[in-house]
Structure formats: C-alpha cells, structure tokens
C-alpha cells in the first residue's frame, strides 16, 4: 500500500507534453483547442519521423530518392519520408489554411475534402540532412503564424508574416535521445521522448541561454566570404592576444537544430553569415520562415538574442516564401560584440 503512494506521488511529478499544452490552453479563456490539436500533432509527427530515423540504417532506407527540390539540392530519402509525415499528420486536422515546407516550391493548400483552421505552418522536415548519412544529428523546424486575410483558404500573405507574430516555434532533434522544444511566448520548454512509452516527458523547463558563453559554431570554410566586421569578430574570438580570459572552442556540427540547440543549453553564439562570395549578390544561406525565424522566437523566448546581423530576425518582413538571411544566434553577450563589430565595419 505504501508503495504504490509513492510511485502515485512520482507519477503526478511526471508532465507529459499533452498535460503542459493543456495547462497552458486553460490559461487562455479564449482558446479553441486547435492550437492544442496542432502541437499534439506536431509531437504526433516527429514520434513518426523520429522512428524512421532510428531505422534508418536498418531498412536501407539511406541514400537519396535522385530528385532535387525547389532549392536545387538533392532530396535524401528520408526529407522525403519527413515531409511526407508532417503533410499527413496535418492535411486533414482542421487547424491550418495552408503550409509550406523547404521541400515544396508553391504554398501547400489543404484539400478540398477538408475542414480549413485558423492557422498556417512552415517547416522544415528534415534539416541538417547531409548528416544522415554519418549518423550524425537531424532535426525537424517548425513555426505557426495565425491567418490574417479575410478568405476561406489561406494565402501566401499568411505565410509571409513576421516573425515576431508566431504564435508557436519549435524544433525536433533527434539526437542520442528525440527532443522537443517549442515556446508559445511563455518561455521555452523542452521534452525527452521516453522510447518505451512513447511519450514525450517534460525534461527542460523553462530553458533560459547564459548570458554568455565559450562556444562559437560557424563554417569556418566561408570566412573569406564573410564581411569584415565578421571576419575581424571571429578574429578577435580566437586571439590570444587580447585581454580575454577566457579562449572559445569551436563546434560545428552543420545541423542547425543540433547547433542552435547546443548554443540554447550552454551559450555562445551560432553564426551564418551573409555570403559574399559573389559581391553584386550578397546571400544568407537559411531560410526565414521555417530555420531562422522559429530559432529566433525561441532565442529571445530564452533570453539570448537573434539577428541577421543587422536588425532581429523577429523583424523581418518576409517577401518569400523560400527567402534566405543570415543569421546570428546566441547568448548576450557575443552577439553585442558581433552586432558592434558589423555595425563597425561592415
Ligand atoms: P537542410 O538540411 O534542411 O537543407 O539545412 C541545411 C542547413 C542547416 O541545417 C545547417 O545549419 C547548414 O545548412 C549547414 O550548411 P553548411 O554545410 O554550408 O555549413
Ligand atoms: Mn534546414
Ligand atoms: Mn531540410
């Protein structure tokens, strides 16, 4: 009798991402649930995408389907198969006018059979998947933005909205264990997915970056594209020769989610400059609305910062759907002195 108290007492210790989603709802007289349903729906999804990585190495599933998509890179398998889950997990749930996905060229509208919802999705299915091949981290990003035009179907104008108007960002890593971290506005949180039950656990709460840190993630095969005021910033990170006392490491695992994720839990900054390798055509590399925008809500949501190195990613006035900037994020501290050194010199 007295043990089974105890294990009731741990059991009510224990929040489930359905238990945290649904407390937050019933803080909001307003809410309708499809809010709810969606980010049941996401943590739905990536159970499935999760899986399918695990196995990857097992089914022969690796290696690329020989398709390119919209941004002329090769599709692997397994962006496939992810962009394939999230469309099905959403296509009929009621809670979006319309998606878009790095892997699909037009706005991705609802089928007609289908009840339309008050909200719209950017994702990126797979990201960091030039990994997959290694074993090395992926991921999934996701950011939903309220519809805005007066229509039945959702419009690419509800789409092209700033950052700072998300009402849910987040991402999936899957990792040496599945992670998932997402804020609504209200701070940042993170679940561990517990293999055997299937369940996401509350395992971060309330995620808050240092407000500095040791570590600095970048290419460093792009320096000599990068402008001067990043190209004297990264300098000055890896002096000697200066007052600093305390020297940075450098890690870069080319998955943003596993970059930015790391950067989150221990400070530091995470850089994709502009790329000026061609000086008339100045470019970033990442894309707005489903890599920089969602990290960005969830880096302030966390008490760091998020910048195209000139104004907050937050900021952003979206005019494509595939738009690309560049993107620095990370703790206080750094991206002050990357900010200054760019304002500086250019
Ligand atoms: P994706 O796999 O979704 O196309 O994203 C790739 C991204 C991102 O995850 C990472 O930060 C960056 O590309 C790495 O780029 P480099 O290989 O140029 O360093
Ligand atoms: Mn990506
Ligand atoms: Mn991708």
């Not at 009621?94 to 509208?109: A, F, K, N, Q, R």
């Not at 909205?161 to 992670?179: D, E, F, K, L």
């Not at 998932?180 to 709460?205: A, C, D, K, N, Q």
Request: aromatic share 8%.
């Amino acid at each position: 009798m007295k043990k089974s108290a105890s294990i009731t007492a741990r059991m009510s210790d224990i929040i489930t991402i359905e238990r945290h989603i649904l407390h937050h709802e019933r803080q909001n007289p307003e809410a309708t649930g499809q809010l709810t349903r969606l980010l049941y729906q996401i943590a739905y999804a990536s159970k499935v995408i999760s899986r399918e990585v695990r196995r990857a190495g097992l089914l022969d599933i690796l290696g690329t389907t020989g398709d390119v998509n919209v941004q002329g890179e090769t599709v692997q398998k397994l962006d496939a198969i992810a962009q394939e889950t999230f469309y099905a997990a959403f296509d009929h749930m009621g809670v979006l006018c319309c998606m878009t996905s790095e892997e699909v060229d037009d706005i991705i509208p609802i089928p007609a059979q289908f009840d339309l919802g008050k909200y719209t999705l950017a994702f990126d299915p797979l990201d960091g998947s030039s990994n997959i091949a290694a074993n090395v981290n992926v991921g999934t990003i996701f950011s939903v933005h309220r519809k805005i035009t007066p229509g039945r179907d959702g419009t690419s104008e509800d789409l092209l909205q700033p950052g700072r108007r998300q009402v849910v960002a987040g991402y999936v890593m899957y990792g040496s264990s599945t992670m998932m971290v997402y804020t609504t506005g209200r701070g940042v949180y993170g679940f561990t997915l517990e293999p055997s039950m299937g369940e996401f656990l509350l395992s971060h709460p309330d995620i808050r970056i240092p407000d500095e840190g040791k570590i600095f993630s970048c290419n460093m095969g792009n320096y000599r594209y990068w402008s001067e005021g990043v190209r004297k910033y990264v300098d000055d990170v890896m002096s000697t020769d200066k007052e600093r006392d305390r020297p940075f490491s450098s890690r870069y695992i080319g998955s943003l989610v596993a970059d930015a994720h790391r950067t989150l839990l221990y400070g530091g900054i995470f850089m994709y400059p502009m790329d000026y390798k061609d000086p008339s055509k100045p470019k970033g590399k990442l894309r707005l609305l489903y890599e920089a925008s969602p990290m960005a809500f969830i880096f302030e949501q966390a008490g760091g910062m998020a910048s195209t190195g000139e104004i907050p990613v937050l900021d952003v006035q979206p005019t494509e759907l595939h738009q690309r900037v560049p993107l620095f994020l990370g703790s206080k501290r750094e991206m002050k002195e990357v900010i200054a050194s760019i304002k500086q010199h250019g």
